[in-house]
């Protein structure tokens, strides 16, 4: 149903290793266009999230939380690939 999940969006010093710990969390991620990640994951466990990734010293330097339905998050990116088209 809906608000079982929690999105937010991170930066680190280390991509590579921070994709590898997303993927073995089995945490549903995208890379964003200024380098950073959108996380989505079950709601309560972004702070189980934040712990694990700190122990693997990926260089967490930002941690966002995304307060806003997947359906917005979703057209925002539709609205912004249809501006792209336009360019």
């Not at 999105?7 to 710990?21: C, I, N, P, R």
């Not at 380098?35 to 309560?44: E, H, I, P, S, V």
């Not at 260089?59 to 966002?64: A, M």
């Amino acid at each position: 149903g809906n608000g079982e999940n929690e999105s937010a969006v991170f930066t680190f010093l280390d991509h590579e290793k921070a994709a590898e710990v997303f993927t073995r969390l089995g945490i549903v991620y995208s890379q964003t266009e200024d380098g950073g990640f959108t996380a989505t994951m079950r709601k309560g466990t972004l702070p189980e999230a934040i712990k694990r990734l700190a122990a693997e010293d990926v260089g967490i330097t930002s941690v966002i939380p995304v307060k806003r339905s997947l359906e917005e998050a979703f057209l925002a990116v539709t609205s912004k690939l249809g501006e792209e088209a336009v360019k």
